[in-house]
């Protein structure tokens, strides 16, 4: 009764990458899961069928490829040297 065996969370973890912003990873992890409930195809073969799952682990090891547009850019523009 008390052998519970622990529950691997690792799909469901974010990465921890001082480069990456954790907003970042979940809007293109969210837009990638809208685009498998679309119909799109997966490119991670996994037994999940959810498509959350799937599409963290594609933006998780880097296999969803995307392009900062916008306000992002404006904050990775360097500072004018004084």
Request: glycine share 8%.
């Amino acid at each position: 009764m008390g052998d519970k065996v622990p529950r691997n969370n690792l799909h469901s973890t974010i990465p921890d990458d001082p480069d990456q912003s954790t907003y970042r990873f979940i809007i293109v992890a969210a837009k990638r899961a809208r685009q498998l409930q679309g119909g799109a195809r997966q490119v991670l073969p996994t037994s999940s069928k959810k498509p959350t799952v799937i599409a963290m682990e594609e933006v998780r090891r880097g296999l969803v490829k995307y392009s900062l547009t916008g306000a992002a850019l404006e904050g990775l523009k360097p500072e004018p040297a004084a």
